[in-house]
C-alpha cells in the first residue's frame, strides 16, 4: 500500500474515531437519564466526548439495570469505555451495578464520597463494597464538598462541583434564600442518603443539579439562610421524588425550569414533592421516567412528560435525555429516540 493510501486510511480512521464520540461530534453537553425503575443512573458526555456516569441503578433482575445502562453507553451515545463513574451514596439502587459494568466496559476513574466499612441499613453492605473495590482496583477516589471533578472544559466553559458529600455542604455564602423559612426540620435522617453526593454541572450559562438521595435537614443545610448554589436550569428532582427530600426551602430557591423524577411505578414523584414542584416560579416543565401507578392522571406529570407509562414487568426503560447547545444557551429535553424535542432557553 502507498504511503498516500495508508494516509487516506489514517485520515479515515480519525474520522470515523470523531464520529463514534457523541459529544466531540456534535460539541453539545449531553445528559441521558436512564430509566432504573426507581433507582438512578445518569449518563452525563461533554462536548469534548468524556463521559461521566452518576450511579448505576438496581443490581440482579437479571441484569435489567445493567443492561440498559450498556445500551445507553454503546447505542445511543455511541461510547465504547466511561472516564469516569460516581456513586452519590451507598445505597443499591445507586452502585448496583458499577462492578458488573466494570466487568463490560473500561470505567477509567470511580468516585464516591468514601467507602465505609459498615453501613447499618444494609447487613450485606460488606460483601457488596467488596465488589465494588475489586471492580475498582481499590483505586476509587473520595470526593468532598468544594471539589471539582477533573472534566476537560473547552471554549465554553464546563465544570463539576460537588457541593455536598458526606453530610458536608459548601459554605453558606451567596444571597439570602428568601425560601429559607420553608424549612421545618425533621428528625435526623441517619442512612446515607443524608450524606450524598450532589454535583452542580455548568456549561456556560446552563446549570444542572443532581443530588443523589440527600434528605430533608442536609438539604436546609446546604441552602440556608443562603443560596450558595443560585438557581438552575435543569435539576435532577432529589431521592426519585420521595417527600422526605425535595425541602421547599431548597427546591423553591433552585427555581429551575426543568425537572426531571427518576422515579418507578410504586416508588417516588410523590403527591408533596410534586406539590413543590408546581410552586416553582419558573418552572416550564417537568419530566417523569414512571407514570406514578399510585397517583391520578392530573395528580402528575401530563402523558407527553412520562417516559414509562407502565408498570415495571412490562417496561422497556426508555430514557429522557437533555442537550444542551455548543455555546450553552439553550437545551433540549426529549423523551427516547423518537421523542419530541423541546427546547428551552437558559435562565
Ligand atoms: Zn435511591
Not at 443532581?210 to 436550569?233: R, S
Not at 425550569?257 to 416560579?281: F, H, R, S, W
Not at 399510585?294 to 412520562?306: S, V
Amino acid at each position: 500500500m502507498s504511503l498516500t493510501a495508508w494516509g487516506i486510511r489514517a485520515a479515515c480512521l480519525l474520522l470515523w474515531t470523531a464520529a463514534a464520540t457523541a459529544g466531540e461530534q456534535d460539541r453539545r453537553l449531553d445528559l441521558y437519564f436512564v430509566d432504573v425503575e426507581g433507582g438512578a443512573a445518569t449518563l452525563i458526555v461533554t462536548p469534548a466526548g468524556e463521559s461521566l456516569l452518576i450511579d448505576s441503578g438496581y443490581p440482579d433482575n437479571g441484569g435489567r439495570d445493567r443492561d440498559r445502562i450498556l445500551k445507553v453507553i454503546r447505542d445511543v451515545a455511541k461510547l465504547d469505555h466511561l472516564d469516569h463513574a460516581l456513586v452519590t451514596h451507598w445505597h443499591l439502587d445507586h452502585y448496583g451495578n458499577h462492578a458488573a459494568l466494570a466487568d463490560q466496559i473500561k470505567i477509567g476513574t470511580f468516585w464516591d464520597r468514601g467507602i465505609p466499612d459498615t453501613l447499618q441499613e444494609d447487613a450485606k453492605f460488606v460483601d457488596r463494597a467488596a465488589l465494588y473495590r475489586a471492580a475498582s482496583q481499590n483505586k476509587s477516589k473520595t470526593l468532598k464538598a468544594g471539589d471539582t471533578l477533573p472534566l476537560k472544559s473547552g471554549t465554553t466553559p464546563l465544570s463539576a462541583k460537588i457541593v455536598t458529600a458526606s453530610g458536608d455542604v459548601i459554605p453558606n455564602v451567596g444571597p439570602a434564600n428568601p425560601f429559607a423559612d420553608r424549612h421545618k426540620p425533621q428528625d435526623d435522617d441517619p442512612t446515607d442518603n443524608a450524606k450524598s453526593i450532589s454535583t452542580l454541572l455548568s456549561f456556560g450559562k446552563f446549570r444542572f443539579l443532581g443530588c443523589g438521595d440527600l434528605t430533608w435537614n442536609t438539604e436546609a443545610k446546604l441552602m440556608t439562610p443562603n443560596n450558595p448554589v443560585g438557581q438552575v436550569d435543569l435539576f435532577m428532582v432529589t431521592h426519585h421524588g420521595l417527600p422526605v427530600s425535595n425541602n421547599p426551602a431548597m427546591v423553591l430557591a433552585l427555581d429551575p425550569k426543568v425537572a426531571v423524577i427518576c422515579n418507578g411505578p410504586t416508588k417516588g414523584a410523590d403527591a408533596q414533592t410534586i406539590a413543590t414542584l408546581k410552586e416553582v416560579k419558573g418552572l416550564a416543565a417537568w419530566y417523569q421516567l414512571h407514570r406514578n401507578i399510585k397517583l391520578t392522571a392530573d395528580q402528575q406529570a401530563p402523558a407527553e412528560f412520562i417516559a414509562n407509562p407502565v408498570e415495571t414487568a412490562q417496561c422497556t426503560g426508555v430514557w429522557v435525555k437533555a442537550s444542551v447547545a455548543p455555546d450553552g444557551n439553550r437545551y433540549t429535553v426529549q423523551i427516547g429516540p423518537e421523542g419530541k424535542p423541546r427546547e428551552f432557553a437558559v435562565r
